[in-house]
C-alpha cells in the first residue's frame, strides 16, 4: 500500500511563492530518492529537482535559484519551496520517488495543479 499524496498547488500571482509538499506511505522513505516533475500541455515531462537519499540536490536550468526541494525523513515529507513564480511555471507537478538500492521500486504521486496568472 505505497501512496505519494501531493498538496499546495493552486492560484499565485507572477512573482508570488507555493511550497509543494509530497507526504509519503508504505515506503521506507529514507532509501529513496525524491523528486518532482511538471509537465506542460504538449511537452514531455521535465525533471524538475531531486534530491537524492543522501541529500545531494539538483536542478533544472529554468528553475534554479528559485525553487528549493527539501525532505523530513522523520514526516516522510518532500517539499519544494517555488518562489518568483512566472507564468511559464503554470502546470501540473507530480512527485516520483525511486529507490537508491536494489530491488529498485518507482512511483508516482497523482499530480497537483500550479496555475500562475495575474
Known amino acids: 500500500q505505497v501512496q505519494l499524496v501531493e498538496s499546495g498547488g493552486g492560484l499565485v500571482q507572477p512573482g508570488g511563492s507555493l511550497r509543494l509538499s509530497c507526504a509519503a506511505s508504505g515506503i521506507i522513505f529514507n532509501l529513496y530518492n525524491m523528486n518532482w516533475y511538471r509537465q506542460a500541455p504538449g511537452k514531455q515531462r521535465e525533471l524538475v529537482a531531486t534530491?537524492?537519499?543522501?541529500?545531494?540536490?539538483n536542478y533544472a536550468d529554468s528553475v534554479k535559484g528559485r525553487f528549493t526541494i527539501s525532505r523530513d525523513n522523520a514526516q516522510n515529507i518532500v517539499y519544494l519551496q517555488m518562489n518568483n513564480l512566472k507564468p511559464e511555471d503554470t502546470t501540473v507537478y507530480y512527485c516520483y520517488a525511486d529507490r537508491s538500492i536494489p530491488p529498485f521500486r518507482n512511483y508516482w504521486g497523482q499530480g497537483t495543479q500550479v496555475t500562475v496568472s495575474s
Open positions: 534530491i537524492t537519499a543522501g541529500g545531494i540536490t
